[in-house]
């Protein structure tokens, strides 16, 4: 082997690049990992200012036990990182009693459970269970497009229904009177 000074160099240069990207790699690791979902649902946007910023929204209903919800998180962190500026990421875990009343009111029976939400706040359109990749990055494009989401189960607008109290009462005791 040749003590040539041209190939002492370039191996200096090797190790010390190789010693370079190790570092950078263990330190870029050994923080949070981003895809976890605990990790996630720390960097999520509140849902109180996802529903008044003017941003359309995604919010995912997950629970930390939730193998699907497991499964999907390195995808999602990736959409989270795409769509950054332009979609809030709002995680509410279905585990924290806090969050029963959204829970209710979406209706979650299932998750993962994906609500996509208008830039007024308003719910337009759901997915429940693991989606694919692509399947969730058409949806976003969709969202972030303001148009229809084309994987997913819409929702219509609804009129707001109270029903009237009446503290008369109006159904009789025995259907076959008719009322007499």
Known sequence: M???????????????????????????????????????AQQSVDLDIALTDGKPTLVEFYADWCTSCQTMAPDLAILKQKYAQSVDFVMLNVDNPKWLPEVLRYRVDGIPHFIFLDEQGEAIAQTIGEQPLTVMTENLDALTANLPIPHSYSLGQTSQFNPPVNNKKTIPEDPRSHGV
Request: hydrophobic share 40%; charged share 10%.
């Open 2 to 40: 040749s003590d040539n000074p041209g190939t002492k160099v370039r191996n200096i240069l090797l190790a010390t690049t190789a010693i370079a990207l190790s570092v950078a790699i263990f330190i870029g690791s050994s923080g949070n990992n981003s895809s976890s979902l605990e990790a996630q």
